[in-house]
């Protein structure tokens, strides 16, 4: 159980170095979205607001910015999923369980394959 504990924590080390310059992109143009959307939001209600002395102070709302701690913390949680997932483009398909309806029975998607023939998958209705 203990050395379980030391790979999990070390696979949690390596894959948070590996996000890290990812995410702190992110971050930077996150916050220069924000920046540019907060300064073009209070140039345009200066312009409104010119002449009137009997407003009330200029103040920008907290809930709606993009560089936040929640929004930050979703771009780390989406880089993460992404660098985990098990397809990744270029690579060959993973080799999925799937469950017959009929049995019940247990079987891998590309059981299904036969020789060179393409394996079509269908996620859906067609109504």
Known sequence: VGLLIIVKAIKNAVVCLV???RFLV????????????????????????????????????DSNRLFSLESLKAVWHGHKLDFLKAAHLGHGAPDAEVVQLEDQRRARILDYARGERPLILNFGSCT
């Open 26 to 61: 992110a971050a930077v143009v996150f916050w220069l979205l924000d920046f540019l959307c907060i300064r073009k939001r209070v140039f345009f209600r200066m312009r409104e607001q010119v002449g009137d002395a009997m407003d009330p102070p200029l103040c920008i709302s």
């Open 19 to 21: 996000l890290l310059p």
